[in-house]
T-cell receptor, first 108, second 119 residues
Framework: DAKTTQPTSMDCAEGRAANLPCNHS???????VYWYRQIHSQGPQYIIH???NNETNEMASLIITEDRKSSTLILPHATLRDTAVYYC?????????FGTGTSLTVIP | GAGVSQSPRYKVAKRGQDVALRCDPISGHVSLFWYQQALGQGPEFLTY????????KSGLPSDRFFAERPEGSVSTLKIQRTQQEDSAVYLC?????????????????FGAGTRLSVL
């Protein structure tokens, strides 16, 4: 019973927006959605999180559907350094549930 | 300021050896987590500490895995009688607040991990 579902991989042209979807249809009403990314041989890096409203910070924007069953992470102008595995995460008790993530490749 | 520090970065062990992996969390962080990440997979939860108390160890795969955080800061993950299936990256994360749906305080900050290879 997957808690999050993401595409296995995506490509994006450098300078274009990267839109990474996530399905979290079993999320409960008081759980946040967190997005992290992991570059090869590094630990996961926090990007953004949200509960109900759309959020934006210096790294990305997060769009959460009204029913909270899915969300989209938007990197507005992808660079080669954004090539990484992106994880959409929901909490499950004390745990972050990572799933398998989306491998994003930014193409020059 | 310093982030989460893990040592060693790489560890090679012969099957049957005991290993100890260290995590230095961000100073003042209440919560500390350990995760195991197999090749090509996302991190999977092992255990959670609130200060020195181990409140959740439901993810530890066997009784060969043991974690401690005796003074509520540095934590050690110990694996006894290592097996080949224990080969993975072990990640430590810390968080300033308590585990629970409290928003910003529950952001987890990760170390670079320890890559364990059991031969």
């Amino acid at each position: 019973d997957a808690k999050t579902t993401q595409p296995t991989s995506m490509d994006c042209a450098e300078g274009r927006a990267a839109n990474l979807p996530c399905n979290h249809s079993t999320i409960s009403g008081n759980e946040y959605v967190y997005w992290y990314r992991q570059i090869h041989s590094q630990g996961p890096q926090y990007i953004i999180h949200g509960l109900k409203n759309n959020e934006t910070n210096e790294m990305a924007s997060l769009i959460i559907t009204e029913d909270r069953k899915s969300s989209t992470l938007i990197l507005p102008h992808a660079t080669l350094r954004d090539t990484a595995v992106y994880y959409c995460i929901v909490r499950f008790g004390n745990q972050f549930y990572f799933g398998t993530g989306t491998s994003l490749t930014v193409i020059p | 300021g310093a982030g989460v520090s893990q040592s060693p970065r790489y560890k090679v062990a012969k099957r049957g050896q005991d290993v100890a992996l260290r995590c230095d969390p961000i100073s003042g962080h209440v919560s500390l987590f350990w995760y195991q990440q197999a090749l090509g997979q996302g991190p999977e939860f092992l255990t959670y500490f609130q200060n020195e108390a181990q409140l959740d160890k439901s993810g530890l795969p066997s009784d060969r895995f043991f974690a401690e955080r005796p003074e509520g800061s540095v934590s050690t993950l110990k694996i006894q009688r290592t097996q080949q299936e224990d080969s993975a990256v072990y990640l430590c994360a810390s968080s300033p607040g308590l585990a629970g749906p409290l928003g910003a305080k529950n952001i987890q900050y990760f170390g670079a991990g320890t890559r364990l290879s059991v031969l």
